[in-house]
């Protein structure tokens, strides 16, 4: 069965850093998004993109965050300044429809030290 | 907000026991969506269940609905060790909202 998947799956980094999480979402779908948990809390919204766009974006989402399809089958969250508190688990996930269950990665624990 | 809310934030029940979940929410939804997540792993779904509909059934997971109330449940029955994981419910809104919003979870553990 086709699936999400995430690299790295684990990346350290320093404050004031950049930082780029990769995503290849399953082949067929259209919408993506973005998740964030932070370590035994719940999994919030980042930003969603459909058509090569931004669909929708929390007030997490702020200008330290960008996200990019480059190509057809990567998508790409970049974190521009790092800081203590962007650590967390993020996941990314995508769908053939929004009103269809979202199929996420195992997603990237990012430590920032 | 649409978040969900779960109760309880954790229950730990004795295999081959039932667990129920229960799940609230506060605006008009599209649908309402159980996922499952192992420790340190990504999100499963489990079962949807759309705003017309009051009960669906999967396996041993039984999904109700009650939009009056704006809450759900998700009943596990005969439980297994291997059911041990967190449980999100998630809300789809019928804004044109293209977003999931999920709940703070329940973690469960099944002791065998």
């Known amino acids: 069965e086709p699936e999400v998947t995430q690299t790295p799956s684990h990346q350290v980094t320093q404050m004031g850093q950049e930082v780029i999480l990769r995503c290849v979402p399953i082949s067929n779908h259209l919408y993506f998004y973005w998740y964030r948990q932070i370590l035994g809390q719940k999994v919030e919204f980042l930003v969603s993109?459909?058509?090569?766009?931004?669909?929708?974006k929390s007030e997490i989402f702020d200008d330290q965050f960008s996200v990019e399809r480059p190509d057809g089958s990567n998508f790409t969250l970049k974190i521009r300044s790092t800081k203590l508190e962007d650590s967390a688990m993020y996941f990314c996930?995508?769908?053939?429809?929004?009103?269809?269950?979202?199929?996420f990665g195992n997603g990237t624990r990012l430590t920032v030290t | 907000s649409q978040q969900g809310e779960e109760d309880p934030q954790a229950l730990s029940i004795q295999e081959g026991e039932n667990a129920t979940m229960n799940c609230s929410y506060k605006t008009s939804i599209n649908n309402l969506q159980w996922y499952r997540q192992n420790s340190g792993r990504g999100l499963v779904h489990l079962i949807l269940?759309?705003?017309?509909?009051r009960e669906k059934h999967s396996g041993r997971l039984r999904v109700t609905l009650d939009t009056s109330k704006k809450s759900s449940s998700l009943l596990i029955t005969a439980s297994r060790a291997a059911d041990t994981a967190s449980y999100f419910c998630a809300t789809n809104g019928n804004q044109g909202a293209q977003k999931l919003v999920f709940g703070q979870g329940t973690r469960l553990t099944i002791n065998p």
């Open positions: 993109f459909y058509n090569n766009e931004i669909s929708e």
């Open positions: 996930a995508s769908t053939q429809d929004p009103n269809s269950p979202l199929h």
């Open positions: 269940i759309r705003s017309n509909e």
